[in-house]
């Protein structure tokens, strides 16, 4: 056992910089970029999240294909392929969120965060950001593969591309809201279960008109006109409201 | 009611004084607007059915007169239930500003009562779907909330117990109470503005005759006294355990 | 004269429980504190305070002569935690992981400042390899690169020879003399000759409350073991 009597004396390569260069708070952007990249890198080094969200999906789409198997093709499907495409959306990103903290909790990292000169909303803006960074890479695969697999059931009016807008607006809110209830499961028991007790009952009203006007974008005509519109500003009043209330609570939750 | 911004809430204060008469009170009030309901207020228009008729393949001779009957039930329940979620709410901002217990405590017991009367809405407008439109669920904009509402009530109640650590569940389960009160407006008026294609748009009544209004008022009143009383006795009960604990805890030091 | 840490009523509690129960002591610049006590005395609540990781329910934290509790970013940024968990992203090499920290605090320079730490704790090397494959030694070297980014006036360390091996430890307290100089640190440690070996001021704590607060050099010995006997003994037992 070394007992090294209080020794600043020996002093080997460790020399403390001049405390002149007293380092400046960086700005609020700044250092949002700087967790954003570091959740990017990590998730593209390892794809754990990515990879695991896109195999889900795939499954998911399998067991839709045996639910309907038995089902008549025709025009209902349209109807019905809105809400389907949700559930998709809404299993698949429950598995991202989940984990999405659980790096963050591994080996403490995010006390590390929480040390630095850092806003905690600033935490939260690159948290959301990435989990819809993520959501939105895993749709632009699961959705083509979604209309691959159920193209014979029926084609999409033509005014299905549409739907991009409520998908985009409806994973904006699914991050924010998202971010901050696997935050909070994150340091509970039955992390995961608990964020789906959380995260589904809170998220309905956004996937109520996520899939009016998902579904409206699908069947075209006048459901086009009547619902979309309606719609998706309901969607995108939720996402206001709610990422803002996430937003300003997410400081009690981390500290 | 109970707040006073500076002192706590604490049992032996007024409102625990009051509580069992207006327990009481609440009790004679819903039992007379339960009188009224049945032998006062005349059913509205067509709602009355002369003599047995076969409806559904069973002999029915009062399901419109039940259906309204409901009514004047199950609406006050369901004003009780969301103005306990709304003091959950306010005790869940009080927490997160002062950091003190008590309004955790608070908090969590406005839930519970809040649960009480949801779980109360669902089985009156259950019945209420049930005679009405001859099923026992449908999606229509208020069953929808309530469901989503006593959903995100039981996620709170199991949120805490998932949490060991007492601080960190009152924080956590604070930012859930305020969340809820802010995301079952937005169901509502989600689920009410878009049209849906597939059920029909219910188009509730009108308006109430002065009868009925009198007889939802008092029910109403009734039930909001029920509800602060359950609330004022619960948190008795509560506050002498937590105080018991905190004995216990200082005698084996 | 101005204390690197000044502690005044410092009070966290909860419901009826006190974590910690009205602390209050200066520690002169360049000074090393342990603190004991058995568990549960509140000696990590008060750490975590001093590291505004928790906010204390009453009483004042001045670090450097800044109050905690107005300007939290200034006091974070003087502050560095070294504790049992890494924090590391064990997915990101060394060196990405000390410039993201850098980057964090606004470190001019960082790219030169991350290269000096890491030869300073002797992992240039390995600078490109990812935290996983690093030994627990090897992590908790990284680990004090980590928290001492911002260059730090104050240093604080949580029980940081849990899980290490002799050598590690031994290059530990090594790495630890060698940044010594007009830095001011806090130790909280179960391991009494350690704490006792590094340390020029000594606290005990027991429940949430300063049992003993001295300058080693005026602690007779014997007295200091029985004194740690009794209340970290009973407090366990």
Redesign the interface.
């Given at each position: 056992?070394?007992?090294?009597?209080?020794?600043?004396a020996?002093?080997?390569?460790?020399q403390?910089?001049a405390?002149a260069?007293?380092?400046?708070?960086?700005s609020g952007f700044?250092?949002y970029k700087?967790?954003l990249g570091?959740d990017l890198?990590?998730e593209f080094?390892?794809k754990e999240m990515l990879v695991s969200m896109g195999i889900y999906a795939v499954l998911v789409i399998v067991v839709y294909g045996v639910a309907l198997s038995f089902a008549r093709p025709g025009g209902e499907f349209l109807?019905v392929s809105g809400g389907l495409l949700w559930a998709l959306v809404v299993f698949t990103s429950l598995l991202g969120l989940g984990r999405s903290f659980a790096?963050e909790k591994?080996?403490?990292?995010i006390?590390?965060?929480?040390?630095?000169?850092?806003d905690r909303g600033v935490v939260f803006l690159a948290k959301a950001t990435s989990n819809l960074v993520f959501l939105l890479v895993v749709e632009v695969i699961a959705v083509p593969l979604f209309w691959f697999f159920f193209s014979s059931f029926a084609h999409p009016g033509a005014s299905a591309p549409l739907m991009v807008a409520p998908l985009v607006v409806g994973s904006v809110g699914i991050a924010g809201?998202g971010t901050?209830l696997s935050t909070?499961t994150a340091?509970?028991?039955?992390k995961d279960v608990?964020l789906a007790?959380?995260f589904?009952?809170?998220i309905?009203?956004?996937l109520?008109?996520c899939v009016?006007a998902t579904t409206a974008a699908l069947v075209g005509g006048d459901?086009l006109a009547?619902?979309f519109g309606?719609?998706l500003a309901?969607a995108a009043?939720?996402d206001v409201?709610?990422i803002l209330?996430?937003w300003v609570?997410y400081d009690?939750?981390v500290? | 009611m109970t707040k006073k911004t500076t002192k706590l809430p604490e049992t032996g204060q007024w409102p625990d004084r009051v509580a069992p008469a207006v327990l009481v009170a609440g009790a004679l009030l819903t039992t007379v607007g339960f009188l009224m309901a049945f032998l006062v207020v005349p059913p509205v228009g067509g709602a009355a059915v002369g003599g047995a008729e076969l409806i559904g393949g069973s002999l029915i001779s009062n399901k419109l007169l039940i259906s309204q009957k409901i009514f004047f039930f199950h609406m006050p329940v369901a004003m009780v239930s969301f103005c306990a979620l709304a003091f959950a709410a306010y005790y869940c901002v009080w927490f997160l500003v002062t950091r003190e217990q008590r309004f955790d405590t608070c908090a969590k017991i406005a839930m519970e009562i809040s649960l009480l009367f949801v779980v109360m809405t669902m089985i009156t407008g259950e019945m209420w779907t049930r005679f009405e439109w001859g099923v026992w669920w449908t999606w229509e904009p208020r069953l929808t909330t309530y469901l989503v509402l006593m959903l995100i009530v039981i996620a709170y109640l199991v949120l805490r117990n998932m949490i060991d650590e007492p601080e960190r569940r009152a924080t956590f389960s604070a930012v859930i109470g305020i969340i809820a009160f802010v995301d079952v407006p937005i169901c509502f008026m989600v689920t009410r503005l878009i049209p849906s294609s597939i059920h029909p748009v219910v188009v509730r009544e009108g308006g109430m005759s002065p009868e009925m209004g009198l007889c939802v008022g008092v029910i109403m009143a009734g039930m909001l006294c029920v509800g602060f009383a359950l609330y004022r006795l619960r948190f008795r009960q509560v506050r002498l355990e937590q105080r018991v604990e905190a004995v216990k805890e200082l005698l084996e030091d | 004269m101005d204390a690197a840490i000044e502690v005044r009523g410092l009070t966290k509690q909860f419901g009826g429980r006190r974590a910690v129960d009205d602390v209050s002591f200066a520690l002169p610049r360049g000074a090393f504190l342990s603190v004991f006590g058995p568990n549960g005395a509140g000696k990590t609540t008060l750490l975590r305070m001093l590291a505004t990781l928790t906010r204390p329910s009453a009483g004042d934290i001045r670090v450097g002569g800044v109050d905690a509790k107005e300007e939290p970013d200034a006091v974070r940024a003087s502050v560095g935690l070294i504790s049992h968990s890494a924090m590391l992203y064990p997915d990101l090499t060394a060196e990405e992981n000390l410039l993201f920290y850098a980057r964090l605090y606004g470190v001019p320079d960082p790219e030169r400042r991350v290269l000096e730490l890491l030869d300073a704790v002797g992992l240039r090397h390995r600078r490109l390899d990812r935290v996983r494959t690093f030994s627990r030694g090897m992590t908790q070297r990284v680990s004090i690169a980590r928290a001492l980014v911002n260059d730090p006036a104050v240093v604080l360390l949580d029980e940081p020879y849990s899980g290490l091996d002799p050598h590690a430890v031994e290059i530990f307290d090594e790495l630890i003399g060698s940044v010594r100089a007009e830095r001011t640190f806090v130790m909280v440690s179960h391991d009494l000759e350690k704490g006792r070996a590094l340390a020029d001021h000594v606290m005990v704590m027991a429940r949430g409350r300063v049992v003993r607060f001295a300058r080693a050099d005026e602690l007779d010995a014997e007295e200091f073991r029985a004194l740690y006997r009794s209340t970290v003994g009973t407090g366990v037992a």
């Open positions: 056992m070394t007992r090294s009597q209080k020794a600043p020996a002093r080997p390569a460790a403390a910089p405390p260069a007293r380092p400046q708070r960086p700044a250092q700087t967790l570091k890198r990590q080094r390892t109807e790096a591994e080996n403490g990292c006390e590390g965060l929480l040390l630095a000169p850092l809201v901050l909070i340091n509970t028991r039955g608990m007790l959380l589904v009952p809170v309905f009203p956004l109520y008109a009016s459901a009547d619902v309606m719609s309901l009043g939720y409201i709610m209330a996430s609570l009690f939750v500290s | - | -």
